[in-house]
């Protein structure tokens, strides 16, 4: 089974349009982490959240951790041709050095 | 600042073939990943070392598969023989430190490696 869920699976969205993705743990998270991969192209980390409740934002991207630490949202406001790409979610569970990463999210921006 | 250097960026070989990945992770990083993706089991980690010890190879498939990291500055990810369902985009991560050290542990990924084995 699959320890990091990750929804939708692909999302086709108008340019300028709001989205987000979800990213769902069986297990309580000590990291979340986001990263975006272009098609062909290695992964480039987004940002890392710890804490319950807490929210970053990096330019119209914004990821929140809720108060339980199992899920994780990433949002996208106003959308670009550039947010184009993969979203993966991974997961430090154990509080080691590993990280479990969902299967992605394959986002389409229609011009 | 060079990133993950990964090479080479393509290789097709035939089933029964030795496959040799090699990676140079960034300068100063302790740790280092090795990943592979598909489409049907997305990224999975297959091995990892610190300090050049490897940590947990729990992930790799199979004895066919085996990895070095002779020192901290260099990698090899070996399949000896391949096989088609092998055939993926394999990975390389390296990390600053190890999470033990710190609260949090970002990995820097390479372009990758796209493996196909006929």
């Known amino acids: 089974s699959q320890e990091l869920e990750q929804s939708p699976q692909s999302l086709i969205v108008q340019e300028g349009k709001n989205l987000t993705i979800n990213c769902t743990s069986s297990k309580t998270l000590y990291g979340l982490y986001w990263y975006k991969q272009k098609y062909g192209e290695g992964l480039i980390f987004l940002m890392m959240l710890q804490k319950g409740g807490e929210e970053k934002s990096h330019e119209k991207i914004t990821a929140k951790l809720d108060e339980k630490k199992q899920q994780s949202s990433l949002h996208i406001t106003a959308s670009q041709p550039s947010h184009a790409g993969i979203y993966l979610c991974g997961a430090d569970m154990n509080r080691d050095d590993k990280i479990i990463f969902g299967k992605g999210t394959r986002l389409h921006i229609l011009p | 600042d060079a990133g993950v250097i990964q090479s080479p960026r393509h290789e097709v070989t035939e089933m029964g073939q030795e496959v040799t990945l090699r990676c140079k992770p960034i300068?100063?990083?302790?740790?280092l990943f090795w990943y592979r993706q598909t489409m049907m089991r997305g990224l999975e980690l297959l091995i990892y070392f610190n300090n050049n010890v490897p940590i947990d190879d729990s992930g790799m498939p199979e004895d066919r598969f085996s990895a070095k990291m002779p020192n901290a500055s260099f990698s090899t990810l070996k399949i000896q023989p391949s096989e088609p369902r092998d055939s993926a985009v394999y990975f390389c991560?390296?990390?600053?430190?190890?999470?033990?050290?710190?609260?949090?542990?970002?990995?820097?990924f390479g372009p990758g490696t796209r493996l196909t084995v006929l």
């Open positions: 991560a390296s990390s600053p430190t190890s999470r033990r050290v710190y609260s949090y542990n970002e990995q820097f």
């Open positions: 300068s100063g990083h302790n740790s």
